[in-house]
C-alpha cells in the first residue's frame, strides 16, 4: 500500500507494547503470572523474563528487550531491591523513560511506596547488603536515584484493592488507555495529502486549546471527506483522552436508530459499555464525565440536524474544554443549521495528485507503467479529480490488458460505473420530487446556463427554484461558478443522465427527457409519439440532416424545454413542409437558424419565459400583440432576413431584447420603448435602422447598445435614469451627435467609435468612456484623440478605456492625456501604441493603468527623477512586448 504521508510524523512501532519488571521469588507463580495472562488475553505483546539463571547474553537480550518496549510496569514486591539484576533492569528502564518520554508504571504489591523512595525496610537491608559485598559508590546511586524517580511516579497499591483481580483489571485498562494515546491509528486506504488537508489542519487549533471546535466537511459524494477526516484522526486522535470514529452516521442511525449509536458513541469515549434509553436524556454523571474529557470525534455522513445535536449535545453540551469534532456531510444546511462556522468545502484533486492516488491503485506505484501513460490520462479526465470515481477505476482496471482499458473506457461514455453511480445517487435520493426535477433538468439540459434566468424558467414549470437550488447547492450536486451559472461535475451529471435512461432503457421515446443526438433523431424523424417527453436537446454538431414533419410537436403536450442547438451553422434540422404547430406548454424555446420565414399561426405558448431564435430566417414573428405574459428574454439576434420588429406589448414582464445583427431591420418597434421592466436592449449592426426615437423609456433600463448602426441618423429616447445606463451608439452623418445626446449627463458608461463629434459632449456626460476603431478609418486616431481629449467631457471623465475592436488601433496616445485632472483609471485594450508618453505621470488622481494586449508596446519605466501620483498600476503589460 501506498504511504498515507504522514510516516514523519508517527510514533515508530516498537516490538514490545509492555515491559514487566518484577522479583520472580516474590510474584511469578502469582500475581505476575496472572497480569501476564490477562495482558495476553487483551492482545498486549508483552516481554517478560522467567529465566533464574542469568548472565552477560540475557543481560544483551534483556536491554534490547527495554529499548523495544512501548510501556513499563514495574512490579515492586517486597525482596524486589535484594535483586542486583532486578536494580540494574529499572535503572535502564528510567534512563529509557527519561530519554524517550517513556510511561513507566509502578504497581506497589504489598509494600509501602515510601519504603521504596526513601529506601527503608526490606529495601535499606537489601541495599546495605548490596554495599557489603562491594558494589561499587556509583552503582548505588544510581539504584537509589532509580528507586527514588519510579516510587514518585503515579501508580498502583495493591493493598488499595480488595481483592488481585480488582487491581489487575485496573492496570489492564490503564496500560490499554496508554497505548492508545501512544499508537497513531493506521489508515488502511491509499491517501494523498493535498491542499484540503492542509487546509483542514489549519482550522484545527493547537492541542493545548482550551476551545470546542466543531469543523465541518462539506462536498460531494466521492469527494473525500472520509479519508480527510480518517487521516486527521489518525494523525491527532492518539494526544486526546477520548476518541471515537463514527464512520456513515447516517445509514448506522437509519438501521439501528439514534440511541444505538449514541451508545456507541458513548461508550467508546469513555471505554464501557453504556445503555442510555435516549440518546435526548443522558444521565448526569455520564455528562459531567465528558465534560472533563478532551475528546477527539469524527461524526461521519451526517445529514440530519437532529443526528448532530443528540451526538454533540445542543449547543455542544457534553463536550470537554479543548474537544474537536469533525463532521463531514453531503448537505452544507446540516452544518449551517447547526451553528457550525468553520466549514470546509472539500474541492477536487488536482492532475498530478490525481494521477498519482489512481497509480497506486492501478499499478501500486506513484506513475502509470509504461504504455497506459494516455490511457491513464483519459481516466483522469473523467473522474475530473473526485477520488471515488479515481480508485474504483483505478482497482477496476489493474491488471487488465489495452485492450480491455479502451474497451472499458468506452463503456464509460455510456454506462457509468456502478460502484460510483451508486455513491453519486446518496444525495439524489434524498431530494423530493421537485428538487428531482430540477436536478435532472439541470444536468440533461441547463448546466452552464445563467442561475438567475434558469430559476425563472424552472418557476414557471411549478417546480419552486428558488428554494429547490438552494437544496441542491446545498447537498453539493451543483456549484455556482464566478460568472453566476449553474455548473455540475461531470460525474453526477451522468448519475443525472443514468436516471433518466433507466425511465425507459428500451424506448428512449418514453423517457422524460431526450439528449443523446441518435434517440432525439429516431423520435423527430419517425416522428414518434412522446406524450411522456418534457425536454429535448439535439446539438446540430453531432447530429446528421433532419426534415421534421409539419406535426411533429403535436404528438408532444408535456414538452416545456425545446432547443436545438447549433453554434457553427450546420443547420441540420430543416422543415421542407412547414411547422403548423408548437406546444404550448413551453417554457424555453432555442431553435439556432430556425428555417421557416416565420412561426406557426397558432403559436401563443403562454407560459414561455425563454424564446430565442438566432441566425434564423425568420422574417416576422407574429402579426400584431401576442400574449405571452411570462416572456423575459426575447433573443432574434442575426436573424439576417427579419423586416419586421415583432409588437411586444402583451410581454409585460419582457426584460431583454436582442436584435443586433437583423441586418434588414428597418425600426425598433415603440411597443418595445412600453416595456417598463425592460433592462437591455441590443441592436448593434442593425444597419438598415436609421431612426431611433421614443418619448419614454423604461426606468429599468441598464443597456442600450445601437453600436455598428452604421445608418443611424437620429437618436432622440427619453431616458428615466441614466445613473446605471451603458448607452452604446455609433457614429453619425455629419459628424454631430444628436440633440438628445448632447442634453445628456452622468451616464455610467458611454461607448462610441473615436470621432470629431465627441468634441460636443458635454461636461460630467459619462463617468466612464469607451473609445473604440472608427469604422470608417478615414484619418490616424491619434490626430483625432488629440483634438476630443481637452473637451469638457473628457476634463471631467473618470474612467478612459482604449480599445480596438479587431484590429489595432491608435499609433499613439497624445501627451495632451495629462489634462484629465479628474481622471482616476487609464485601460488600453488591443491598441498599435509604441509608447506610454511620460505626460502620464503628471496625471493628479490616476490610480491604475492597464495594458491588455498592446503587442507592440516598448515600455520602459519612469525615471525616477519624475514625481507623480501614481498610486497603483494594475495588470501592467499583461500580454505586452516587455522590454
Known sequence: MAPSSFSSHAVALKKYDVF??????????????????????????????????????????????????????????????????CLNELVEIMECSNKDNVAVIPVFYHIDPSRVRKQTGSYGTALAKHKKQGCDHKMMQNWKNALFQAANLSGFHSTTYRTESDLIEDITRVVLRKLNHKYTNELTCNFILDENYRTIQSLIKKIDSIEVQIIGLWGMGGIGKTTLAAALFQRVSFKYEGSCFLENVTEVSKRHGINFICNKLLSKLL????????????????????????????????????????????????????????????????????????????????????????????????LPKEGYVELSERVIDYAKGNPLALKVLGSFLCSKSEIEWNCALAKLKEIPNAEIDKIMRWSYNELDDKEKNIFLDIACFFKGHERDRMTTILNQCGFFADIGIRTLLD???????????????????????????????????????????????????????????????????????????PKTFEKMPNLRLLAFRDHKGIKSVSLPSGLDSLPKNLRYFLWDGYPSKSLPPTFCPEMLVEFSLQDSHVENLWNGELNLPNLEILDLSNSKKLIECPNVSGSLNLKYVRLNGCLSLPEVDSSIFFLQKLESLIIDGCISLKSISSN??????????????????????????????????????????????????????????????????????????????????????????????????????????????????????????????????LRLFNIAIRSLPETIMYLPQLESLSVFNCKMLLFRLFQSSFHFSLSGIVNLLRKCCVQ
Open 20 to 85: 514487566i519488571s518484577f522479583r520472580g521469588e516474590d510474584t511469578r507463580a502469582g500475581f505476575t503470572s496472572h497480569l501476564y495472562e490477562t495482558f495476553l488475553q487483551s492482545k498486549f505483546h508483552t516481554y517478560i523474563d522467567y529465566r533464574i539463571q542469568k548472565g552477560d547474553h540475557v543481560w544483551a537480550e534483556l536491554t534490547k528487550a527495554i529499548k523495544q518496549s512501548t510501556i513499563f510496569l514495574v512490579v515492586f514486591s517486597k525482596n524486589y531491591a535484594s535483586s542486583t539484576w
Open 696 to 825: 419614454t423609456c423604461s426606468p429599468a433600463l441598464r443597456e442600450l447598445n445601437a453600436m455598428n448602426c452604421i445608418n443611424l441618423q437620429e437618436f432622440s429616447v427619453t431616458f428615466s435614469s441614466v445613473d446605471n445606463l451603458f448607452l452604446s451608439l455609433p457614429e453619425f452623418g455629419a459628424n454631430k451627435f444628436p440633440s438628445s445626446i448632447l442634453h445628456t449627463k452622468n451616464l455610467e458608461y458611454f461607448l462610441s467609435p473615436i470621432s470629431d463629434s465627441l468634441v460636443d459632449l458635454p461636461e460630467n456626460f459619462a463617468n466612464c468612456i469607451w473609445l473604440a476603431n472608427s469604422l470608417k478609418g478615414e484619418r490616424d486616431s491619434s490626430i483625432i484623440l488629440h483634438k476630443i481629449l481637452p473637451s469638457p467631457a473628457f476634463l471631467s471623465v473618470k474612467h478612459l478605456i482604449l480599445f480596438g475592436n479587431d484590429v489595432p488601433f491608435l499609433s499613439e496616445i497624445p501627451d495632451n492625456i495629462s489634462l484629465l485632472s479628474s481622471l482616476k483609471s
Open 475 to 549: 447537498k453539493a450536486l451543483i456549484r455556482v461558478d464566478f460568472e453566476n451559472c449553474i455548473q455540475m461535475h461531470d460525474l453526477i451529471q451522468e448519475m443525472g443522465k443514468q436516471v433518466v435512461r433507466e425511465e425507459s432503457l428500451k424506448n428512449p421515446e418514453q423517457s422524460s427527457r431526450l439528449w443523446d443526438p441518435k434517440e432525439v433523431y429516431d423520435v423527430l424523424k419517425n416522428n414518434r409519439e412522446t406524450k411522456i417527453v418534457e425536454a429535448i436537446f439535439l446539438d446540430a454538431t453531432e447530429s446528421r440532416h433532419i426534415n421534421l414533419s
Open 271 to 366: 471505554r464501557e459499555d453504556l445503555d442510555i434509553e435516549s440518546a435526548k436524556v443522558i444521565p448526569s454523571m455520564i455528562m459531567r464525565r465528558l465534560k472533563r474529557m478532551k475528546s477527539f470525534i469524527v461524526l461521519d455522513d451526517v445529514h440530519t440536524l437532529e443526528l448532530l445535536q443528540n451526538l454533540i449535545g445542543v449547543g455542544n453540551g457534553w463536550l470537554g474544554d479543548g474537544s474537536i469534532v469533525i463532521v463531514t456531510t453531503r448537505d452544507k444546511h446540516v452544518l449551517v443549521s447547526g451553528g457550525i462556522d468553520k466549514i470546509h468545502q472539500v474541492k477536487e484533486m488536482n492532475s498530478r495528485n490525481s494521477l498519482q492516488l489512481f497509480s497506486f491503485n492501478a499499478f501500486d506505484k506513484v
